[in-house]
């Protein structure tokens, strides 16, 4: 017996002692690895973000640890022969090409391979999956890769986890996928594959986590998936496929995610039987007919559920509860009322009711959900704000609903509010102090509403707020000095209120700041006393319209606006302003991108439209309807990046600047109702994007130039200029004139131009000679900005609309992994 337990003791003394020891490292491997890092860089400009990725070679070195590699950073060994069977590089600044030849194919024993969220250009080569044999993780994840499916994957009969999100792969899965008989764990999601999927996904009968989504994949369902045994985690999101759902037979399916795709037809019964769904999200597809509570009640461990814009209609009359809920979604739902189910979900912390039927007032009950963080009712017609837990929320967006009278008092304990969106309601009374004063705000629209007073002058100090929209309301007073506590303020929407004041120059120390709106109130006085050179350098949106402004237009602004120049808007692509607002709320990151949207207004007709996206590349400068004396500065002409500019309805005079000719980008130019003389600069012909051209009502004089583009104008864009000559006016120059150009408009009546605003276009981007004109298309097609449309009535007849194709692809940080 002594001797049994001496041999325990030893054998476990032995092990003991290995699990404590770190393996001394395969000299050949040591040297592999150093090779490898010497073939590639390091980059640097993280500008000191603590988010930045640590560079896990830099502890690989021949000397401060000797040779042995396995205390590398990033490395495993396997720990009784010393080989490198475990390199993780993920996130590690890393740059360069891996060629055929690469020292990194020389580590035989290699099972798991990680160099995700590093920047490998050229791509992998197919020696990977000749030499590495014996790889069974692999993970390129935000590998900046391109160019078909790789083929190096034929040749990884072992892998069981491959992993090639975030990349820019194209082309059609192939069919040697169907090989990977060991393979559990497959993430292709965030690429531009197409077509079909195919049908060779049978085979992979070991399957667990089938990630597809974020691609461009057509047809139908793939019924094929639905054979797979083990299959638990299904992603499709974000493709175009379309037709029925296909029958469910897979019980093992814990996630399933068919959001933003065409997917038509009703939900197949056989969902019922699937009791392990934890997470059911099928939002944004084209589903028909009505879906039941009840579908779901077996589904005792469901934790998310999303069926918004599904197409779909909700019916709830069932007793039984969700405990584990955590999400819901049913925007555009057709719900009539607040789902009583949700009433022991003690866990919620996302609810999404959104463009419902909801009217009335929220019930006594729903005080309770004290988890809730993030509660969006915006489009119903909701009455009241009681009863609303706000004590944990950090999201609220009540938008567009019927919501009256002042602000209730206990709308303002609450100090986690991240985004609050109040706008287009009835709310009425002064705005509470208090309101301004939470410290983790960021998001405040309380536009369209009816509030009056001033605003509050309680922005605290430290204050992370970078979106303020209190326009289309009536308050008044002068505009409060502690904004300039909001150093991260991007957005200063002031429009259409009562507000009396000068210009507020002191906002210049805002160097964040990008859209200054400050149109229709009732500011007065020239625009002077900077004390910075350069002011406001990335301003984008710069509206002093409709105002009582005075003297010579502000120089020293239009010297500061360093974002309006030099930028390559037309080659770089189009971005749209839609900024998400990551979230954290119960650990989880919520990425929210509803509210924190520009939303301008578009006027046309006098009918005003709501859009809710502009491009980030939208640069514009309305001082119109001022008093503005004095000449255009020839130093506007450096503004090259801006799209449109209006001073129409001032008191200007002189000539139109040839520097003019300099603002390439520029698609609509409105000079019209000023004192103007002398001829239109012939070089303006060279503005080959300009769209919208309105001059009409001044003193020029002489031919109108000719050009491509010039010849598209019609005449109301000379109106009551006597002088002017030449097509598409009647008037012929060099011969006597019958007939002065007509005066058809009072001052009070505004030609198409007129009114242009900075809410009047967007871009005719690629138009270039021929399409020039689809800016108007182009605002209702892609729903941007609102705004810039009183000046197309005339216009938008002979409008030959252009079809912008391309959009910007999500791009994800290199820390964070989408499952």
Known sequence: MERIVLSLIVVLFLMVSFSFGNPFCSSHDSLALLQFKHSLNVTDGCDNNEDCPYPKMTSWNSTSMGMDCCRW?????????????????????????????CSLFQLRHLQTLDLSFNNVSGGIPNSLGTTLKALKILRLSGCNLAGPFPEFVRNLSQITQLDLSDNNLDGKIPEFIGNLSQITQLDLSYNHLEGEIPDV??????LTHCILGDNNFTGPFPSSLMNLTNLQVLRLRNNLLSGPLPEFKTNSLQTLDLSRNQLSGPIPQSLRHLFNLTDVILGHNKLSGEIRAEMFAGMTNLTVLDLSSSGLSWSSNINTTFPLLRSLRLG????????????????LWILDLSENEIHGQFPKWFGGLSALQFLNVSHNFLTSLEHIPLETMMVLDLQSNSLRGPLPSPFCPSNTLFVINLSYNNLSGEIPNCLLTFSWLRVLDLQANNFHGPIPNKFPENSILSYINLSKNQLEGPIPTSLLNCTALQVLHLGNNKIRDTFPTWLETLQELEHLILKSNRFYGPIVAFKTESPFPNMMIFDLSDNSFTGSLPMVVLKGFKAMMNMDAHKSGLEYHEEPI??????????????????????MKNQETKFNKILKIFTTIDLSRNKFEGEIPKFIGNLNSLLLLNLSHNNLTGHIPVEMRNMSTLEALDLSFNQLTGKIPVELASLTFLAVLNLSHNHLVGPIPQSNQFNTFPNDSYLGNSELCGFPLSNECGKHKSASVPVEQEEDEPSFLSEMTWQSVLMGYGCGLTFGFGIVYL????????????????????????VLRGRKRRRRNFHRRRH
């Not at 555009?332 to 866990?347: A, E, G, Y």
């Not at 009183?790 to 938008?796: I, R, V, Y």
Request: hydrophobic share 40%; aromatic share 12%; glycine share 8%.
């Open 779 to 802: 605002i209702y097609r892609f729903e941007r900005p609102r705004w810039f449309i009183d000046s197309f009535e005339t216009l938008t007849r002979e409008m030959i609309y252009i």
């Open 582 to 603: 990551d979230v954290i709320v119960s650990g989880d990151e919520v990425s929210y991108s509803g509210l924190y949207v520009e939303s301008v207004i578009l006027v």
């Open 332 to 347: 555009s739902c057709r719900v009539k009322d607040f789902p009583d189910f949700i009433l022991n979900s003690k866990k």
């Open 201 to 206: 996904f049978s085979n992979l009968q070991m």
């Open 73 to 101: 950073d990033g490395i495993t060994c396997d720990m009784f022969t010393g080989h490198v069977i475990g390199l993780d590089l993920s996130g590690s600044r890393l740059e360069g090409a891996i060629h055929p030849n």
